[in-house]
């Protein structure tokens, strides 16, 4: 009983402090370009620290929606279609495209990125916009860096 209850302390703590990644959907069903999709979201974030400084490329919308942020060694990471908090920063869906949209002065600016895993999707294959469940980073908080 004692090794059980130290178990759940365990898996609490690596939750709470970031320091675990439990994905626990079965992609095995999926198309094959979803399922390439789901891992390449996944590894690239791996390979980024938490929270980060990246600067907003503007959101677009062709094929699919875009809302991407490059980090400073360069990697481009994409929010699009997650449950972003915002916070009260004036993002809209047209950004990198329409010079009077209300995020347009966000372009191209730098922001403290803090991140974490949520249950989402990914719009998938070729312009089809199938819908497949993911366990996918969204941005947990987001400031402004004024002076960096």
């Not at 703590?13 to 999926?30: K, M, W």
């Not at 907003?56 to 481009?76: A, K």
Request: overall charge negative.
């Amino acid at each position: 009983m004692r090794s059980f209850f130290t178990s759940i302390l365990a898996l609490a703590c690596l939750t709470a402090f970031g320091q675990g990644f439990i994905d626990s959907l079965d992609y095995s069903s999926y198309d094959p370009v979803a399922q390439a999709e789901i891992a390449m979201i996944q590894d690239k974030f791996t390979q980024v620290s938490n929270p980060f400084v990246a600067v907003y490329l503007g959101s677009e919308f062709h094929d699919y929606f875009y809302f991407p942020f490059q980090s400073e060694d360069g990697m481009v990471f994409d929010f699009a279609n997650q449950n972003n908090n915002l916070g009260d920063l004036p993002f809209s869906e047209a950004d990198g495209q329409w010079e009077g949209s209300p995020g347009r002065h966000l372009v191209g600016r730098k922001f403290l990125l803090e991140w974490e895993y949520q249950r989402s999707h990914i719009l998938c294959c070729e312009g089809q916009n199938n819908m497949y469940p993911a366990m996918l980073p969204r941005i947990k908080s987001i400031k402004l860096l004024e002076n960096l």
